[in-house]
């Protein structure tokens, strides 16, 4: 689970992102400049393998993707690395999203540590049940953008 990068890496996710905001100063969708896919996500190759950069912005940030979960855009912009507009949660809630238009406002990372360290498969597998069964249908859904 840990996040591996070099400086060349950071270099090339900066030089291919390229930062918006709205006229009151507030950042708005960072735009990802380089290849993007036949879906739409952007996609680059870093010291060791293919990374999606919406994945690699918010690990840059220090926020922790558990295997198998997703990042979802909550501005539904495909190819945004903004940070501030990408929440880490299941899959299963993130497939539930989709053709929506829609996200949640926050994602479930809340249930788990915010820390650069490993947590045990068992405090994952509660994690998950946990969300499986609060997460059963999408409740409230907003869209901000």
Not at 34 to 40: D, E, F, L, P, V
Not at 61 to 67: A, D, F, L, Q, T
Request: net charge neutral.
């Amino acid at each position: 689970m840990s996040f591996e990068y070099t400086q060349d890496d950071v270099d090339k996710f900066w030089k291919n992102t390229e930062k918006l905001y709205h006229k009151d100063g507030t950042d708005a969708c960072w735009t990802w400049k380089g290849h993007i896919t036949t879906n739409g996500y952007g996609s680059f190759m870093n010291s060791s393998n293919t990374s999606l950069p919406h994945r690699f912005s918010v690990q840059l940030e220090g926020r922790i993707i558990p295997p198998k979960w997703d990042v979802n855009h909550k501005c539904t912009t495909r190819n945004c690395v903004n940070p501030s507009h990408l929440n880490i949660m299941t899959h299963s809630k993130n497939m539930k999203l989709i053709g929506t238009k829609q996200s949640l406002d926050d994602g479930d990372e809340k249930y788990y540590p915010q820390t650069k360290q490993t947590f045990p498969m068992s405090q994952f597998q509660t994690c998950v049940k946990h969300l499986e069964s609060e997460f059963s249908t999408i409740g409230d859904v907003t869209s901000e953008y």
